[in-house]
């Protein structure tokens, strides 16, 4: 038996990264078919892949090929839809085209109501895809609110005919505070009418991420601790008694790591390549980067970086504030990122107050990301809330031991023993303020300066399996478990 998929998103590597949703994209339907390859044990699982033919993917020149058109139907009238194709390796992607996408913009705009029709359009045209190829779906499976549109539509009589009878729903849930505001007008122009359901409230009702999770036959969080922090006020966004109702629906699995990019044995972004075996090499990437940004070459100083989005979500402030009360301490510290002004501007003034220990480098460096995870030793994650989280599986991968903030995927991906630590591969901390932050990096400090254990930290974080293996085969079971259902519920 041969299961269906088409996988939806707005965004997914090799074509356009924007964030982790990028990631998830380009790796997990490979991931998934890798899983599923004939000998394995598994219903094979042909899984495909489409987005959005955004204008920057475009100007990239991958080798399409046109397939054809087909009309995409509004409240009056309808648009074109145009379908390429991009068939390298052994996942099929779809690139979907039409007058809402085809405008030189970016990915993502500052505009509700342009991001509205743009994928508003898309999640319809997507259903219009199964039909245009004559290929039977089993499973559809939506990303956050850029695609939740078409699990939404599926649950329309209109639109669960032909290729996509059968089909079950599964709305992946990366982040849900952004539910898609302000694109009500797009929904009415497209047919698709508000909820009515008063389970959902008001406000919620003609958003579509809260439209797709209403509808979805299955959520799946990115990791399980976030698909049990979304049941609370603290985490819900208002949304988490609505949520409750759907418990039975929810689950969460961890998403993977791309362990061939991210590999400190064949990184050529580094100085010095080292591995499991050949650890005691990796300082010489701490003196380079050192010497290279200016700071005194100190091996026996604890280097700490920050590699992230410059935003509140991501605790920077909890981190910079922090750093202050561990003035003190012996450290030097690395922060590289963009994002909100005000929180770019705090980052440049701790360099400002610690001007020998401190490098402030506001801007996007990939290959400098790369090599900060192989030289710092302690890498900060103070997340106010992280869905899932990919920067502390490649610190721990790197060697460098991250001091995290316990919420979501940070809880399932970092394993700390404070009776233990020598079983550890990080630090945690509870509560989300700078003072709690600071106690938590003093102690780090005397774990550091512990030679035997903090060694031991960083072997145990780098012997750990993130790659996408058990995350597909999670996915899989899953898609098994919906056509299961749907076969009883014809019986």
Known sequence: MTLNVLFLAAEAEPFI??????????????????????????????????????????????????????????????????????????????????????????????????????????????????????????????????????????????????????ARTIHTLHNLPFMGFGVQQALTDYGLPPIEDPILPEWARHSPLPMGLYAADRIIAVSPHYAEEILTPEFGCGLDDFLKSRSDAISGILNGLDTTRWDPKTDPALTQNYDLASLPLRPRNKAALQAQLGLEVRPDTPLLTLVSRMDPQKGIDIALRGLHECQDEDWQAVMLGTGIPYVEEMAQQLEVAFPGRVRSLIKFDGNLAHQLYAAADIFMMPSRYEPCGLSQMISMRYGCVPIARATGGLVDTIRYLPRSPKGSTGILFKKPYPSVFAKALKRTFRLYHKPEIWRQMQVNGMASDFSWQQSARQYEAVYEDLVTEAKRSKL
């Open 17 to 166: 990264k924007v964030g982790g949703l990028g990631d998830v994209a380009g790796a997990l339907p490979e991931a998934i078919h890798n899983a599923t390859r004939p000998g394995s044990g598994l219903p094979e699982v042909d899984i495909r892949l489409v987005i959005p033919f955004h204008y920057a993917i475009k100007e990239r020149h991958f080798e399409t090929q046109y397939l054809g058109e087909y009309e995409v139907e509004k409240l009056e009238g309808s648009e074109k839809c145009q379908v390429y194709l991009y068939k390298k390796g052994d996942i099929p992607v779809y690139l979907l085209d039409g007058l809402p996408i085809n405008e030189k913009s970016p990915v993502y705009s500052i505009d509700p109501i342009h991001d509205g029709y743009k994928f508003v359009f898309f999640s319809l045209a997507a259903l219009g895809l199964p039909q245009f190829l004559d290929w039977r779906v089993d499973i559809l499976q939506a990303n956050d609110w850029h695609t939740a549109t078409a699990i939404y539509a599926l649950s329309k009589k209109k639109y669960r005919k032909g290729r996509l009878k059968d």
